[in-house]
């Protein structure tokens, strides 16, 4: 069966990993999505998958920072006998920075290994993987 990709997202199966490149202003409703959409894929999958989430073309975000700590710590609860995986944040702004920290600390010491980078080249290289597929 195959994947239903939330918006602006895509699925590397060669290498198992999923990419989000969200857009405009990034709101609670997108990040609901997305969530919704790892868990049901997390139970389907054989496999576990890695992430990449490229905020550079975010414009903007509306986000309560209280909602972000619930939708981590939910996520570091679902996934606690889960394998481990990693997650990676390329960010570009300070408001995004602050947001992606939250979730880093949160799912600190779980199976959701999150980081935040400045550079493509540094989320390449600790996800293991060529950095054109990282690139547009």
Known sequence: MKMKLPPHAAFHHDIRLIVWRPRGVLREKQIS??????????????KPFNRFTDTS?????DLDPHFILRVSLHRR???A?????????YVT???????????VL?????????AMFETLEDTAKWLGVPV???EM
């Open 93 to 103: 702004s300070e408001a995004v920075a602050r947001i992606v920290q939250i979730h």
């Open 33 to 46: 999505e997305v969530v919704e959409f790892l868990e049901k894929e997390e139970d389907r999958a054989e």
């Open 132 to 134: 054109d597929t990282l």
């Open 77 to 79: 609860a679902v996934y």
């Open 106 to 114: 949160a799912t600190d010491h779980s199976p959701l290994e999150c």
């Open 57 to 61: 073309k975010l414009d903007a975000i």
């Open 81 to 89: 006998q889960r394998p481990p995986v990693k997650s990676a944040f």
